[in-house]
């Protein structure tokens, strides 16, 4: 197994709370991306996946969403191929595609930088995440 250093960084949205995002690279674009160990799936916006990947099938989610804010919200399912975090290549993560905008309104008003997705458990614990708040970094290991 190959291990990786992933940059992450802190950013304080008010007193004592904060969100963890980290960068991915698709083709020349960069995004940012919240980590949520809380998340059961990593997500996407949809419209940011659709500009990225048109090409992509996307089949409507059959499960349960639920999220922090309530359930029943209308997702959809797809594979998110070809991105890049540090060197880490990763060539295909499933990936619940669902609508950000109330996410990125708020980082907005705050002068934060947009997100294009979350990172959830299905992705860290594929990828034996271990999150290092001093070092500022996410270790991840991947099978070569």
Known sequence: MKLCHIKIKIIELESDSYHVIT????????LFFIIDTGASHTCMDKDNFIALQPEEPVLEYKGDSVGIAGSGFKTAVTSFRDFKMGRMKIF?????????????????????????????????????????????????????
């Open 23 to 30: 960068k991915i690279k698709v083709g020349k674009k960069v």
């Open 92 to 144: 295909e993560q499933k990936i619940v595609l669902l609508d950000m905008s109330h996410i990125n309104q708020v980082y907005q008003s705050l002068r934060k930088p947009a997100v294009a997705g979350i990172l959830g458990c299905d992705f860290l614990v594929k990828y034996n995440a271990v999150i290092d708040f001093n070092a500022k970094e996410m270790r991840l290991w991947k099978n070569n």
